[in-house]
Nanobody
């Protein structure tokens, strides 16, 4: 199994920046891709950004040019650098990992970290 623990959320003013971290442990060598999702009150969870083991990245249109996803394989940690934050970015942010182990897919989620953008 894989365990994910997020950190770095908080309250920030519009235009500000935050960096989220996701520490992975367990069967990390079997992870094929990781990503950040978010869920705002009353809305469905949506993909924000993802990265594959080969460093191929994907971003939601709403965050392109503002957010950057990256990973540190040595530290088994995923990051999300968020710049130019806006109130609409307010949500609980979840780390996700996709694993392929003995030919079977598994998906794991962290507990979430709250990001609030407000003046």
């Amino acid at each position: 199994q894989v365990q994910l623990v997020e950190s770095g959320g908080g309250l920030v003013q519009p235009g500000g920046s935050l960096t989220l971290s996701c520490a992975a442990s367990g069967r990390t060598s079997s992870i094929t891709a990781m990503g950040w999702h978010r869920q705002a009150p009353g809305k469905e969870r949506e993909l924000v950004a993802s990265i594959t083991r080969g460093d191929s990245t994907h971003y939601a249109d709403s965050v392109k040019g503002r957010f950057t996803i990256s990973g540190d394989n040595a530290k088994n940690t995923l990051y999300l650098q968020m710049n130019s934050l806006q109130p609409e970015d307010t949500a609980v942010y979840y780390c996700h990992a996709h694993e392929r182990y003995i030919g079977l897919p598994y998906d794991y989620w962290g507990q979430g970290t709250q990001v609030a953008v407000s003046s």
